[in-house]
């Protein structure tokens, strides 16, 4: 008896507020409230992330410093390895940055020789820096590689505990 | 170089180089990292570092690929298609920045809530296991109950019936007063010494009821309260048939915590028999001192008394006409016979007796004999003479004549103490295994126990002047020391079957029993 009252009174509602809803869909008008997203805002939202990203690994290494869990020897390059990442998010948000002065032409890839791509003259300071920022990798594998050995380092001395009958 | 810019082929190999090594290391450590969430998936730390290598693994894969697209759409001449696929490839390497930062600040937000669940279920296990611990504490206690209340109870009914077994099988008496002096319990030697049949009789009433002189039962209270104690304290007791009791008292008080005396509790030895045998110890001693001067002054008064009545009895003869001295030369030889009969007397109370005619005889014949021969006197003064004679008795060495003169003595002295219509018994009973006792007993006067030490000595006699000469007991005393033998007075009587009769004064003659023939 309480259902049959409740789809009463829904279907009532749908009467008496459809013809005001065809009405609103009938006239439109210019709906302001649509933002529109331009080219820089990718970039902008690339370089929050790597904000973002070097917030949490400088906040990693504080709690890491402040609270140390254990005296594993993995620690040290976990530590070396958020350092390393944390300088390779420093160099390639510089380089996000110096790419936003350079002009289009400052970069010649043109041709399918790559030998032939330059970064074209004249060569000061913020084209050296740009040059030399983009050796970006020289951060992240080393960064990488300490990640994989502290892992290791963890996993080893976990197999040891499980052999001892220990626990973390 | 610097004319021509800076050649980028170098920046491009760089790229690809590190884009492969990113990609094999990252792999690596997302291996080692779910290694170690399988080793010990209970760990936060993996967990998150599994996570951190994911987003970096698929950030390496993103940004690795990218650069090698990159390359291979340059080179065959695509550059546009780059152009376009490249924001794919920023966009996720964001969106994965995003996502590792989540997962950083996650972590700790996560590590902070476990930490904090760690440590109340630290707190819950300790508390479970104290719960535990109190479980098992109670349960042990539960289970060994029932075994520790018997075993308590057990010792205490051991010490229970020790005590109680002290107390009722101690031949003295042993007493608790309360803080009126009121007797709250007694053993049964207590009972049986105040004179009592059931201690019913005896709780409640007042010691002091039963101490003879007042004036004790003041000072025994006042040693209690001021030393706490009293020891070897002697006093008289009345007991119930009125009979005196010498007791020795030993008492504490009991105090309460503010020193207040609650009570006392003692014990009491009965002293009347150890009195009475000091006593018969020291008479005996007195008599035997008596009899060694009187036998000297005997044997000294003797022979010139035997001069004199030789002599008298020859002037008798000579002046047998002589009117005048003959009636006074009877008189001296009367006197004088009558002093050598004193002076027989002593000797025998001193057993230096000559004439011995000692044979093994039947006391209770003896007995028998000397009441057929007073039977008479005692019917005129409305006496009745009852005998109580056991017929086994064992034969006695003894002067049997002598031993009538003491069974003769002791009788006339009952007649005596009761003057008229009395009672006189005589038991003959055997006594341990070789003493025979005769006892001669009287419900006459009694003997005023101020004098009862004296009346063995010679002379001594409460008789009218002219009635006694004071010699019938102590000759009777030394007749039977002289048997080896004893003679004891109590008056009121010892013997229960003399105070049962109703008797007052008790003599009893102990002499010892003939040894068996063969």
Not at chain 2, 96 to 122: G, K, P, Q, W
């Amino acid at each position: 008896m309480r259902n049959i009252r409740s789809i009463r009174r829904k279907t009532a509602l749908l009467r008496s507020g459809l013809p005001v809803l065809l009405l609103l869909l009938l006239s439109p008008r210019p709906a302001q409230a649509i933002q529109i997203h331009g080219p820089p805002e990718g970039l902008y939202a690339h370089l929050i992330g790597h904000f973002i990203f070097f917030c949490a690994l400088v906040f990693l290494l504080y709690v890491l410093e402040k609270r140390p869990l254990d005296s594993s020897r993995g620690w040290l390059p976990l530590k070396l390895s958020l350092i390393f990442f944390l300088l390779w998010n420093a160099d390639t948000f510089a380089i996000h940055l110096l790419s936003l002065h350079m002009p289009d032409s400052a970069l010649f890839t043109g041709s399918s020789d790559f030998w032939e791509h330059r970064l074209a003259p004249p060569i000061d300071g913020e084209r050296l820096l740009y040059y030399i920022g983009r050796f970006d990798h020289l951060l992240c594998v080393p960064a990488m590689w300490l990640f994989l050995r502290s892992l290791t380092i963890f996993a080893r001395e976990a197999e040891q505990r499980r052999a001892n009958g220990e626990t973390s | 170089m610097t004319d021509t810019g800076l050649p980028l082929f170098f920046l491009y190999l760089q790229d690809f180089a590190g884009a492969l090594l990113m990609i094999a290391l990252s792999l690596g450590a997302l291996f080692y990292a779910r290694r170690l969430t399988r080793l010990e998936p209970q760990c936060v730390l993996w967990t998150y570092l599994l996570w951190l290598s994911v987003a970096l693994a698929a950030f390496s894969i993103s940004r690795s690929i990218g650069h090698v697209l990159r390359f291979i759409l340059i080179w065959s001449g695509r550059q546009e298609v780059w152009t376009r696929l490249a924001p794919f490839s920023g966009g996720m390497n964001s969106l994965i920045f995003a996502a590792a930062a989540a997962l950083t600040f996650y972590y700790h937000a996560m590590h902070a809530i476990i930490s904090r669940v760690r440590t109340d279920a630290e707190a819950l296990r300790n508390a479970n296991e104290n719960l535990l611990a109190a479980h098992e504490a109670l349960h042990l206690l539960n289970h060994t109950l029932e075994e520790r209340v018997e075993a308590r109870s057990r010792e205490l009914l051991l010490s229970e019936q020790k005590f109680r077994h002290l107390f009722e099988g101690s031949k003295d008496m042993i007493f608790f007063c309360d803080a009126n002096g009121r007797i709250s319990d007694i053993n049964a030697a207590g009972v049986e010494l105040l004179g009592a049949t059931d201690k019913k009789e005896i709780v409640g009433r007042r010691l002091a009821d039963f101490f003879a002189a007042p004036e004790l039962w003041q000072r025994y209270c006042a040693a209690l309260s001021n030393h706490g104690h009293v020891k070897d304290f002697e006093v008289d007791i009345r007991r119930a048939d009125g009979t005196i009791r010498s007791i020795m008292l030993t008492a504490s008080a009991i105090l309460d915590e503010n020193g207040t005396v609650q009570g006392c509790e003692g014990i009491g030895k009965d002293l009347t028999h150890f009195k009475q045998v000091t006593n018969q110890l020291i008479l005996s001693e007195k008599m035997a001192s008596v009899g060694h001067l009187a036998a000297g002054v005997a044997h000294e008064i003797n022979t010139p008394l035997g001069i004199i009545l030789g002599y008298c009895q020859l002037l008798t003869e000579d002046l047998a006409d002589h009117k005048e001295a003959l009636p006074i030369l009877k008189i001296m030889e009367k006197q004088t016979k009558s002093c050598k009969r004193i002076v027989a007397d002593l000797l025998k109370f001193s057993r230096h007796t000559a004439e011995e005619h000692r044979a093994p005889t039947d006391v209770n014949q003896c007995v028998r004999e000397v009441v057929s021969i007073m039977d008479h006197t005692l019917e005129m003064d409305n006496i009745t003479l009852s005998l109580f004679l056991d017929e086994n008795l064992p034969p006695v060495v003894l002067d049997a004549e002598k031993f009538r003169q003491v069974l003769v003595n002791l009788i006339t002295n009952a007649q005596h103490a009761i003057n008229k219509d009395g009672l006189i018994a005589i038991w003959s009973k055997r006594r341990g295994g070789d003493t025979v006792e005769i006892i001669v007993a009287d419900n006459g006067t009694g003997i005023a126990p101020e004098i009862i030490n004296k009346i063995f000595d010679p002379f001594f006699t409460t008789k009218g002047v002219g009635k006694g000469t004071g010699m019938g007991l102590a000759v009777s005393f030394g007749i039977v020391k002289d048997h080896g033998g004893d003679l004891q007075v109590y008056s009121p009587p010892c013997d229960p079957q003399c105070r049962e009769a109703g008797m007052r004064t008790a003599f009893h003659i102990l002499l010892p029993a003939a040894a068996p023939e063969g």
